[in-house]
């Protein structure tokens, strides 16, 4: 009796513990939409999301909220990002999956591990005094820009996107591999027209990861995106600075009050709902291959 | 173009191309890393590693900031292993298959989705302002714990669900109750894997700067309670470098992160070697 009733216990503990997760994500919801929600209804939604000017604390007129350039800063980074790292990171994929000896494999695998475990302030720092001056020195601009930022994302991107797109390509059955040299196709060939359009889908799932990630990150962006509020001009100017919304987060909320910490809130909701889209998408990807293979 | 270069010269070409990403991906790693250490090396000293800042940390050392991160740390682990440890193993040995196991499994996997800013925000609002804790090492641990929360139950459900069928089994047919089988049996097989997880995690949370920025306070003064602020180690190398305050005091700071975070890996390495599992990382 007394051993039963124990056991039911434990089995009670061990849900609670297990229902913490989903509490958090609900208490995080929940305090978000309390804070933030008050600034988008008073601004209005669509005010909010596409206006252009960000201006919170306005020495003559009414303070303005518009968050617009920075929902443009945060994709135009994280895509940056990707353009970069996803054909780097595919061939050091294949690299790493067909061809590297196990000695380069090896190698290649724990710098990569290294790489992943290098913190991002860290990684923002050596673009504030790297990546900054050099593109300011040899590209022109003021080096705070879009380009450093991608820059530094797809750093941070590569070891995800090299690790999954590995996986995947490991994933493909031999036999592709065998049919294909088999009929004489060479060794690059077949991995051209068999091996990569087999882990396509893992690959695509990576890559939408990468994004998600690239668009939540801030120290990496924080330190060398420049944080101007304003959309680059001409629009495909990438020397010119931006600011992700985690960077407006982070610059302004140690002295921000009333709305204007409210729209910070309300910042950190749409950046919420982005990445939280992001990630949906990625899981259906990993998903669906999961069902296709045998 | 095809026509143009014979396949064989082709494959030729891309193996070409396939080595050199590879061996500009080992460039980069080595740039940043030696970057930082040539220039931060003679920064560390006993005095720098012991020592208390001065003048907002551009003399002086960073002992409160490492003591800061360590208390972080410790409360951060505190919370978050027993409660991701009862999570995994509620998820790989109670947990039936319903609609609640569903909205649970899902919530682990949305909570590792949250920005870490947007877990700053709201440790901000809930720990900080609501729970009254202030900007505190409590706080900033409490916030941490939100982050690893996740990962400490992936990797836990997942050392748990290699655990062979038959030792349950086994136990089971010996009269030993779920719990008992659990708490001797399975637990101990999934241990390393645990702890290896556990480790690793540490080196995630330990980097982790945007979290702590408005929990954990930036207070230079060596911490004396759970509700002094701190300034960890991350945060006092952001504002060192992007306010200007000393780039050689911020490598020397990166360097002993680093240096943090290696010994952290090869920690979790060495015990996954020595208890020879196949233990996959993503």
């Known amino acids: ?294 | 173009m095809s026509a143009l270069i014979s396949p064989v010269t082709a494959d030729k070409a891309a193996k070409v191309v396939l080595w050199a990403s590879a061996g500009i991906a080992l460039l980069i790693l080595a740039v940043i890393l030696g970057y930082i250490v040539v220039q931060g090396v003679h920064v560390i000293s006993l005095s720098f590693l012991l020592g208390s800042p001065r003048l907002s940390g551009a003399e002086g050392g960073i002992l409160p900031a490492i003591v800061g991160t360590f208390w972080l740390m410790v409360v951060a682990m505190l919370s978050s292993v027993p409660i991701g440890i009862g999570a995994a193993i509620y998820l790989a040995e109670y947990a039936p298959k319903s609609a609640v196991t569903a909205v649970i499994s899902f919530g682990v996997e949305c909570l590792a989705g949250v920005p870490s800013i947007v877990i700053g925000l709201f440790g901000y609002a809930f720990l900080s302002i609501y729970l009254g804790f202030g900007f505190s090492v409590l706080s900033g641990g409490l916030a941490l714990m939100f982050m690893v929360l996740p990962w400490i139950v992936r990797v836990s459900e997942e050392s748990i669900k290699t655990v062979p069928n038959a030792f349950r089994e086994a136990s089971l047919a010996l009269g030993a109750t779920k719990w008992q089988t659990v708490r001797r049996v399975v637990i101990p097989s999934a241990i390393p894997g645990i702890t290896t997880g556990v480790i690793l995690g540490i080196g995630k949370a330990i980097g982790e700067t945007a979290v702590i920025m408005f929990t954990a306070g930036s207070s230079l003064l060596m911490p004396m309670s759970l509700f002094d602020p701190v300034r960890a180690l991350p945060y006092h190398i952001y504002i060192l470098a992007s306010e200007g305050i000393s780039d050689p005091m911020a490598y020397g700071s990166s360097i002993v992160l680093l240096v943090m975070v290696l010994a952290i890996n090869l920690a979790a390495i060495a015990i996954q070697r020595h208890y020879g599992r196949h233990y996959v990382r993503n």
């Open chain 1, 1 to 294: 009796m007394n051993r039963k009733i124990s056991e039911k216990l434990i089995e009670m503990l061990l849900f609670a513990s297990a229902a913490t997760a989903i509490i958090i994500v609900a208490l995080i919801l929940i305090f978000l939409v309390k804070e933030g929600l008050p600034i988008i209804t008073k601004v209005g939604i669509i005010d909010f999301c596409l206006g252009m000017r960000w201006n919170p604390i306005a020495m003559v007129g009414d303070p303005t909220y518009g968050i617009f350039p920075m929902i443009v800063g945060s994709f135009y980074v994280a895509i940056g990002s990707l353009v970069l790292a996803v054909p780097f990171g595919i061939a050091c994929a294949v690299f790493l999956a067909e061809i590297a000896p196990s000695w380069a494999r090896s190698l290649l695998k724990h710098s990569i591990e290294l790489l992943v475990g290098i913190p991002s302030v860290i990684l923002g720092f050596v673009g504030l005094v790297l990546l900054v001056p050099f593109i300011k020195d040899h590209l022109g601009g003021w080096g705070f820009s879009i380009l450093a930022s991608s820059i530094i994302l797809a750093i941070m991107a590569l070891p995800r996107i090299i690790s999954i797109s590995d996986d995947a390509i490991r994933a493909v059955p031999m036999d592709y591999r065998d049919a294909s040299l088999a009929l004489g196709a060479t060794h690059w060939y077949t991995i051209r027209k068999v091996i990569l359009p087999s882990a396509r889908s893992g690959i695509v799932a990576a890559v939408i990861l990468a994004m998600a990630t690239s668009i939540g990150e801030t120290m990496a962006v924080l330190m060398v995106a420049g944080n101007v509020s304003m959309l680059p001009s001409p629009i495909y100017d990438i020397l010119d600075p931006v600011r992700p919304m985690t960077s407006n987060i982070a610059l302004e909320m140690s002295y921000a009050t009333g709305d204007h910490a409210c729209a910070l809130f309300a910042t950190g909701i749409v950046l919420f709902i982005v990445v939280a889209v992001l990630n949906a998408i990625s899981h259906r990807a990993l998903k669906s291959r999961m069902g296709v293979e045998r």
